[in-house]
């Protein structure tokens, strides 16, 4: 709780006087009367660590930092509610667990709010995210604004809440970077575990339930995101999730799978072969796709720029394109040309934190920013050969792509997913 309030107080010495406004996520409906799991909104999460629905923070930052107050508003306890729906804090226990100053029921948000921000200079708040928030926080504003000719003035500047709470998000706490390497080793086993049970006319949602069964046997509470489980020619679609086809001896499998733990994800990617043997030409992709990620996660370390690992395994997998026959010219002709693309279409890697494709900002002032330790992201080189006229057919429907979560220390990185099998002789002997 210690790290939350330390977070909260780090907000409020960034604003200058005004009010925060961060809502967490709401309930959302699957169908009728079923929800969707709940998930609570990560910027919220970050101030509070209540994992409640129906919750909102707003913090008056007074100039001079311990006139600042933190204020919860949430659920009622409700002895018929929690009968049904189970435990809720209520705002007498929530503030005394989640160390607040004060803490009332959200039923009192919209008298209250317009309260708090009278006379208040400037409101921080996430406009544009969630249109239902949006029209309430105008109409606290509006209510305010009618209240001029007692006086009375509403915030003259909306400020994004975000471009503070983003700069400090993209620096990750060691306990964060701990929770990220236990969802990092949690997902690395449900990897494992996909090599040693896949076989041939297998299908590949048998292999995605065994990655949830580690995933929740090891207390991850949900996948970050949809798995990718793509065999042969799916692996070509980047977003694949149907995860229906059944498995062919000697197609290969790729698997984009990790689980979200306390909050924070892990992203990992391997590429093997469904009958647990490359062919030749799966076995040079493989190392071609495998030596740029290595070049890439050498140019991970402090004072490298976000986009030296991309450039990094851009020059590694365009010379294996040459050396191929499937790009022509040089290495640096064909980066200019972005011939490439045909066979690399995205990115090296994002942030990866509380989001899967985490919060913060990749260039500053126009330039790429530079990396700095506590910083967290994967790196993620591919190559996808979809069937075409001037691409041999040996190499038709080979998709591959390898992804590590990296963590930036003082001296260069840290492998958070180092035990997910990598190699193809590390993946061969354990598919044995
Ligand atoms: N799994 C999402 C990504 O790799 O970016
Ligand atoms: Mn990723
Ligand atoms: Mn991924």
């Not at 803490?103 to 006379?119: F, G, T």
């Not at 996430?126 to 604004?145: E, M, S």
Request: charged share 25%; aromatic share 10%.
């Amino acid at each position: 709780m210690e790290s939350y309030r330390t977070r909260r107080q780090h907000l409020t010495s960034k604003m200058q006087s005004g009010v925060a406004i961060i809502p967490t996520a709401p309930e959302r409906i699957r169908n009728r009367d079923a929800h969707y799991p709940y998930r609570f909104d990560s910027y919220f999460y970050y101030l509070t660590g209540f994992r409640e629905p129906e919750a909102v923070f707003v913090t008056v930052a007074e100039t001079g930092q311990s006139e600042s107050k933190h204020i919860l508003f949430c659920r009622d306890k409700d002895e018929t509610r929690e009968i049904w729906d189970g435990f809720r804090y209520g705002p007498e226990v929530a503030k005394e667990t989640f160390c607040f100053d004060e803490a009332y029921s959200i039923s009192r948000l919209d008298e209250m709010i317009p309260e708090i921000l009278a006379n208040q200079p400037t409101l921080y708040y996430a406009l544009g995210q969630d249109a239902a928030w949006d029209i309430r926080v105008t109409g606290w504003i509006n209510q305010v604004k009618e209240a001029v000719r007692k006086g009375v003035s509403a915030p003259a500047k909306i400020y994004d809440s975000c471009s503070i709470l983003d700069e400090m998000r993209i620096i990750k706490s060691a306990e964060e970077i701990d929770v990220m390497k236990n969802a990092a080793v949690i997902s690395t086993e449900a990897h494992r575990r996909a090599m040693q049970l896949t076989r041939p006319d297998k299908h590949e949602y048998e292999i995605e339930a065994e990655l949830f069964c580690i995933f929740r046997q090891r207390g991850a509470q949900a996948p970050a995101y949809t798995p990718i489980v793509a065999g042969g020619a799916n692996a070509c679609i980047l977003h694949y999730i149907e995860n229906n086809a059944k498995l062919k001896d000697g197609d290969l499998l790729l698997i984009d799978a990790g689980c979200e733990l306390d909050g924070y994800a892990a992203d990992i990617t391997r590429t093997f072969p469904v009958n647990g043997k490359f062919s030749p030409v799966q076995k040079d992709v493989y190392e071609l796709v495998l030596s740029a990620q290595v070049a890439a996660i050498a140019a991970v370390r402090p004072g490298n720029t976000w986009d030296d690992p991309h450039q990094a395994a851009l020059k590694v997998l365009v010379q294996g394109l040459i050396d191929f026959g499937l790009c022509q010219g040089s290495v640096d002709a064909v980066i200019e040309s972005e011939d490439y693309k045909r066979f690399y279409m995205h990115r090296t890697g994002h942030w990866l934190g509380l989001d899967v494709h985490d919060a913060g900002d990749y260039k500053l002032n126009g330039s790429w920013r530079l990396l700095q330790p506590g910083m967290t992201l994967t790196v993620e080189p591919g190559c996808y050969i979809r069937p075409s006229e001037n691409v041999p057919p040996h190499f038709w429907n080979i998709g591959i792509r390898i992804e590590d979560d990296v963590a930036v220390t003082e001296t260069g990185h840290d492998i958070l997913t180092i035990t997910a099998p990598k190699s193809v002789a590390e993946i061969e002997e354990l598919m044995q």
